[in-house]
């Protein structure tokens, strides 16, 4: 008999239940349903490529036996998404199109689909990305809890080089993707799965073993738009912890200072309201965590953040940077300085600060902004310790505004003459007075209380006559 579509899956026990749960959501006519038992005597790739072969028709599902499928007709969904995308030869419900790793989940908003998931007593969702409708979204691979595949698509079968029940999925896809076939996202599936996959030793094993095979082959983007972005595993592990509100205009600036030595870049946004959140939601190291005061400047909020969200970072980061959107950590080699940092017995960086000012300002996005400005002066108030080691430091005891610390730890130890830090306020004098003006208006009874932000509310006649000052003193700083 000729079938349309052949559903494969791996257990411990075959049970006649869950067989006819995938047939009556399937479809009911036209499924071949193919159950291997198997306690362990087989990988999941031997049994996989069993399935393959044994598979009468070209359209094979291979599914985790822990899944129910929400979705009536699923099956109908599969045949006429590889009907409409005959281009495409393998499809999933989750998947990543920016793998940098074997840890294919590593870039958090390169991930996309829609997976729930249920403990037996609560259910959840895991919503990585936009549902895409009935339109397909290229991957790089997809995860093993649903894979679809067209055999007459395909380059290459699964790799019996890893064992067990882990890197099954990725090693399939990326082996196929590399050999020009072409993965696809499909949305229109919805599948709750009864477990959460765990890493064990035998993941790790393999893990390396992928990460053997094809890490010169790594790491692959498909967005165009965050390809140049890197994840440079000669730099030690790097959380940047950051206060953020309204910085629509320093955002691809800041972003293009420190993408390409940090590992995460947590935002801690105020409620903004132009496209802050659209700029950030677009990069792939950046988290958002949203927090409000109520329209207001409240340095106590801020300090809470700055004194407490780095935290956790412990046992993931190996260094912390925890700043304002407007301050750029510099060095002239800034990758050797932080390697040279972090392999020294010091455990805080000590910068020399700079506030950073050009009488006239255009928001050129195509150069660095420490190419486009590069004058400023000397101010003692941004010594500021943004940059710390994280298994050393347990306090950094900041006061307002961050510019004086008392850290506490098993270790204290300054690092410096080697950093500048540079506050990029003054970006011509019309940016600079409508921020002070954003300011003004936000500033809290609290801070007005204990005169933090006293000089926002200086009138614009003030702020142009100190800007002016500025002026006569600077100085080329890099």
């Known amino acids: 008999m000729s079938h349309k579509i052949s559903i494969v899956f791996s ?76 281009e495409y030869g393998i499809l999933g419900v989750a998947g990543t199109n920016h793998m940098i790793s074997g840890m294919w989940w590593e870039v958090r908003n390169a991930m996309h689909g829609t997976v729930k998931h249920t403990d037996g007593v609560k259910t959840w969702t895991n919503k990585y990305s936009a549902n895409y409708g009935n339109q397909l979204k290229e991957m790089v691979a997809v995860d093993g809890l649903f894979i679809a595949v067209n055999k007459a698509k395909i380059e290459n079968v699964f790799d019996d080089r890893f064992k067990g029940f882990h890197f099954y999925d990725i090693s399939f896809c990326l082996s196929n993707h590399i050999n020009g076939v072409n993965i696809g996202l499909i949305s229109n599936i919805t599948i709750l799965h009864k477990s959460v996959g765990q890493v064990n030793e035998q993941w790790m094993e393999n893990k390396t073993l992928f990460e053997e095979i094809y890490g010169d082959k790594l790491p692959i983007c498909l967005n165009e738009e965050t390809k140049h972005i890197i994840f440079d595993k000669e730099l030690p592990k790097i959380d940047m912890h950051v206060l953020c509100w309204n910085e629509e205009k320093i955002i691809p600036y800041f972003l293009n200072h420190y993408e390409n030595f940090v590992t995460n870049i947590i935002v801690y946004d105020n409620k903004s309201n132009d496209n ?55 060095a002239e080699d800034f990758k050797s300085a932080i390697i040279e940092f972090n392999n020294s017995d010091a455990t805080i960086v000590k910068p020399t600060g700079y506030d950073m000012i050009v009488s006239d300002f255009n928001f050129d996005y195509t150069n660095k902004l420490t190419d486009l400005v590069k004058t400023g002066y000397k101010n003692n108030l941004f010594d500021k310790m943004v940059m710390f080691k994280t298994k050393n430091i347990t306090d950094m005891n900041y006061n307002g505004g961050c510019h004086v610390a008392a850290p506490r730890g098993n270790k204290v130890s300054l690092f410096e003459n080697k950093f500048l830090l540079l506050h990029y306020k003054r970006l011509g004098l019309k940016y600079f007075l409508n921020k002070m003006s954003a300011y003004r208006k936000r500033l809290s009874d609290f801070n007005k209380k204990y005169k933090l932000g006293y000089e926002y509310e200086f009138d614009n006649n003030k702020h142009t006559e100190d800007f002016n000052e500025s002026l006569n003193k600077i100085v080329e700083v890099i």
């Open 11 to 86: 257990t411990r026990k075959i049970e006649n239940s869950f067989i006819e749960h995938v047939k009556k959501t399937c479809m009911y006519k036209g499924v071949e349903v193919l159950p291997y038992e198997n306690n362990g005597e087989y990988s999941l790739t031997e049994i996989y490529n069993k399935g393959l072969n044994e598979a009468s028709s070209d359209i094979v599902i291979f599914c985790h036996d822990d899944i129910l499928f929400e979705t009536k007709n699923w099956g109908e969904k599969v045949l006429k998404a590889f009907e409409k995308n005959p």
């Open 276 to 330: 802050t959140n659209k700029l950030l939601k677009a990069h792939p190291k950046v988290t958002i965590i949203p927090y409000d005061t109520n329209g207001e400047i409240r340095d106590d909020a801020y300090l809470q953040i700055k004194n407490n969200a780095w935290k956790n970072s412990i046992g993931k980061a190996d260094i912390v940077i925890v700043c304002d959107m407007d301050e750029f950590l510099y």
